[in-house]
């Protein structure tokens, strides 16, 4: 093991890695999310948008430009990531009210066109970015149980999804409907992945 | 392949882009960093 960073008295509930390699953003249960620089190994930045709210993920573009993170009040806040002379600034953007409980994910698209974000309230939306406008364009239902995570496609035109319901489910992004069931497992499901991109 | 150092549940994994560390994040409150050659 090579490094560790805290998050002083709390849980951390997500991190994920910058796509330059050398940052890292990770989010706690007191509603901070902290970027980490691996080459200064500190913390060069805290955001706290609603203390003492958890915060239970966060998804950073793949082109490093936009940093969303999703809370136990439903709320997503988007933040501009902007590069500076040495540090990136990160410019508050937006935040909404997306559903009425705890969002357990929020995932922006490989194409970074859009965002999902999967809820206690049964439901997946989906939410255009351009423009940073974040308009809804679809609310994948189906689910009858808590969504806990999802996994786009390689095309961002498919998204997987996991819930408490035993099932995943495959969702054509273009119509909002479920184009597949996995619905063999006894217990509920907290997590998928999808391998797509080396499909020869 | 094990990764013992976390004293509580872990919440996240991510690893880099070609595969040689994994970040992880636990109800410890650390985010620890792994090499995994």
């Known amino acids: 093991m090579q490094r560790t960073y805290k998050h002083e008295g709390t849980m951390v509930n997500d991190v994920v890695i910058h796509p330059n390699q050398g940052e890292l953003i990770s989010c706690d249960q007191v509603g901070s999310v902290k970027i980490w620089d691996l080459g200064e190994n500190t913390c060069t930045?805290?955001?706290v948008p609603a203390e003492?709210?958890?915060i239970r993920s966060v998804s950073i573009a793949s082109d490093g430009g936009t940093l969303v993170a999703g809370n136990n009040h439903g709320t997503v806040f988007v933040w501009r990531i902007q590069s500076g002379s040495d540090t990136p600034s990160l410019v508050p953007v937006t935040s909404f009210l997306a559903h009425?409980?705890?969002?357990?994910r929020c995932l922006l698209s490989p194409d970074t066109r859009h965002l999902a974000t999967c809820s206690a309230d049964t439901t997946v939306k989906i939410w255009s970015t351009?423009?940073?406008e974040y308009t809804l364009e679809r609310t994948l239902e189906g689910h009858q149980r808590w969504v806990w995570d999802a996994a786009f496609s390689a095309d961002s035109a498919y998204l997987v999804t996991a819930s408490s319901d035993h099932a995943a489910r495959l969702w054509d992004l273009a119509t909002g409907?479920?184009?597949r069931q996995y619905d063999s497992h006894h217990r509920s499901l907290v997590?998928?992945?999808l391998n797509d991109l080396n499909l020869a | 392949m094990t990764l013992d150092g976390h004293t509580a549940n872990v919440t996240a994994?991510?690893?880099?882009?070609q595969g040689k560390w994994i970040v992880t994040g636990s109800e410890d409150g650390t985010v620890k960093v792994w090499d995994t050659r």
């Open chain 1, 45 to 47: 930045h805290e955001l």
């Open chain 1, 52 to 54: 003492d709210v958890p």
């Open chain 1, 100 to 104: 009425p409980k705890y969002i357990t």
């Open chain 1, 130 to 132: 351009k423009d940073y």
């Open chain 1, 177 to 179: 409907e479920t184009v």
């Open chain 1, 191 to 193: 997590a998928c992945a």
């Open chain 2, 13 to 17: 994994l991510q690893y880099s882009a």
